[in-house]
């Protein structure tokens, strides 16, 4: 049994969502859990409609719905040319229970409501591409996962309920008359069937989630790269393909901001001994990437580049040392606000962090600590991770920088960084 992942490139268009089936029939007796992320970006789109949304921006909201709503439905009529295709009706259910949504007032809880409109992004895709499926001679069944993968009430960063998913997955994913089912990435609900979230990016957690449960053979996430390469192709010409590398690089590589898997996606696999493929849906029989339990002795460096970062300048009012209850209570501020620390590093006198530019999220995490501390802080910076680094790789990614931070270890290195443009 095997797991899959198609994410939005995958799915951007007609020609993409076909080329799924072509992907498939490379597979004809395997049996395969098939997890797909919304279409192209959508889900980018779906956060600036939430936005909208949420700040009564009437009319930015409906032009915003109305483009979304013409993307997929030129999908749909590129697929199922027929108007009156089974997939057409579904479509239409689903945007028309969105604009009922969209037209009630918030709930004044932000990421719940996010967590209720971006969520349409996975329904819409699924059920375009197993109806696409269908009507290629490609039998599968549709999956509302949130019936089945059960979270808490963390809305946007939930955190799963492995005992009752368990028994509800299994349950729901037997194989007994059917060996393809279709189900969403990304989504999970609660004990009481609210939507939830599994954190951006998160259909490849999904994936991983399904093969633990499941006993899969493996996971092959198919994206619209060769496999995994050592740095991302727009700051780099010359980027190698990793061919293999270990759970342990794969979740540094996740954790300091790589794009390509999900930092949550290896844990899952790793306490089961799944291996992971990273394979190009475009070549589909070239190699990829594999992550499994391996060793080796070639070290390859590996550069991550974090946009948009803010780093905050922390220290008390009164010159004082940075001691335990000031960090209890800048960790306290953090964690409320659901902040990620992308870098942290304290001295005696002040403690610095480095997180991603939600601006409504730092300017409230700011506010409140003024209230404590002096705070100052810097926006628009790099932050540039590598890992098996060395001085060459240091020069060459320092060029026309300034160091504003820098965090070293053994194997890693971390450097905060303002483009001198």
């Known amino acids: 049994m095997l797991v899959f992942k198609f994410g939005g490139a995958s799915v951007k268009s007609a020609e993409a969502v076909k080329n799924i089936g072509e992907v498939l029939k490379r597979y004809p007796d395997e049996q395969i859990a098939i997890v797909i992320s919304a279409m192209g970006k959508t889900t980018n789109a779906l956060e600036v409609i939430t936005d909208h949304y949420f700040h009564r921006r009437k009319k930015e ?11 997929h439905l030129d999908i749909m009529d590129e697929l199922f040319p027929n108007p009156t295709h089974d997939a057409h009706r579904g479509i239409r259910s689903l945007f028309e229970e969105m604009e009922a949504r969209l037209g009630k007032p918030h709930t004044m809880n932000y990421d719940f409501d996010y967590d209720q409109i971006v969520s349409y992004g996975e329904l819409l895709s699924t059920t375009i591409v197993s109806g696409w499926l269908m009507e290629a001679g490609i039998k599968n069944r549709w999956i509302d996962i949130r019936r089945y993968l059960k979270s808490d009430n963390t809305y946007r960063e939930a955190k799963v309920d492995w005992e009752l998913s368990s028994r509800l997955i299994r349950q729901a994913f037997h ?100 291996n992971l493929y990273v394979k190009s849906f475009l070549e589909p029989d070239t190699e990829g990437t594999l992550v499994a339990n391996l060793n080796y002795e070639k070290l390859i460096p590996s550069f991550i580049f974090k946009m948009d970062q803010v780093l905050i300048r922390i220290s008390p009012k009164d010159f004082s040392f940075i001691a335990e209850d000031n960090l209890e209570k800048i960790f306290g501020y953090l964690s409320g606000y659901g902040i990620k620390i992308n870098l942290m590093q304290n001295s005696a006198v002040s403690f610095h962090i480095c997180t991603n530019n939600d601006k409504r999220k730092v300017r409230s995490l700011i506010d409140d600590l003024e209230k404590d501390f002096r705070v100052s802080y810097e926006t628009g910076l790099e932050l540039i991770t590598i890992r098996y680094f060395d001085q060459s790789t240091i020069d060459r990614v320092m060029i026309n920088k300034d160091l504003l931070l820098e965090q070293r270890f053994k194997q890693n290195i971390q450097l905060v960084v303002r483009d001198r443009g």
């Open 61 to 71: 909201l409906t032009k915003c719905f109305s483009d979304l709503k013409k993307y």
């Open 175 to 274: 194989f007994k008359d059917t060996r393809l089912y279709i189900t969403q990435g990304f989504l999970a609900s609660t004990i009481n069937d609210m939507t939830t979230t599994l954190g951006r990016e998160g259909s490849d957690f999904t994936a991983a989630i399904l093969a633990h449960i499941l006993k899969a053979d493996s996971v092959t996430i198919w994206k619209d790269v060769p496999g995994v390469l050592n740095a991302d192709p727009k700051w780099f010409d010359d980027t190698v393909k990793l061919e293999k590398i270990s759970y342990l690089d794969a979740i540094e590589l996740a954790y300091y901001g790589a794009t390509v898997i999900h930092p949550k996606t290896i844990k899952p696999l790793q306490n089961r001994n799944i």
